[in-house]
Each structure stands twice: as structure tokens, then as C-alpha cells.
């Protein structure tokens, strides 16, 4: 049984998603597939728990903009 530990962050969606994941299936299938693998091993190769977290908060990130095409307002880009 999935165990929710947040909704897909994707603005409408309100599908709960495990702990291992960014977002709802759908919607991260919609993420180009480079992106999914290179988010995938920077999560890996982060040597701490709270670097995982800004690791996945950066993911959120790039995967929404690369959905929507709206840059995320917290970037300092």
C-alpha cells in the first residue's frame, strides 16, 4: 500500500505520492527523460539526507518549469 507523504506539486493535481518520489506518474512522465535520469542521480549521490532534500527541491523545481514553461520564481537564475 503507497504511504503519502505529500501531493504531486504540479499546480492542480492533488494525487498523493510516496516519500520516493517527486510527483504523480503521470506528471512525471511528462518530464523529458534526461531530465528524470539526471535528477535521479543527483538524488543518489547526495552524501546527506538534508542535501537529498534540496536535491529534491530543486528537482520540483526543473520539473514543473520543464512542464509548464514557467520558470520557478524562487530562482535566482
Not at 34 to 49: C, I, M, N, V
Not at 52 to 71: C, F, K, N
Amino acid at each position: 500500500m503507497l504511504c503519502p507523504s505529500h501531493k504531486c506539486p504540479m499546480p492542480g493535481c492533488t494525487v498523493p505520492v510516496g516519500p520516493a518520489f517527486i510527483m504523480c506518474r503521470p506528471h512525471w512522465g511528462l518530464v523529458p527523460a534526461p531530465f528524470r535520469k539526471d535528477l535521479h542521480a543527483a538524488y543518489q549521490l547526495a552524501p546527506s539526507a538534508a542535501k537529498q532534500r534540496m536535491v529534491a527541491e530543486y528537482a520540483v523545481a526543473l520539473a514543473l518549469e520543464s512542464i509548464t514553461g514557467v520558470p520557478d520564481p524562487r530562482s535566482t537564475d
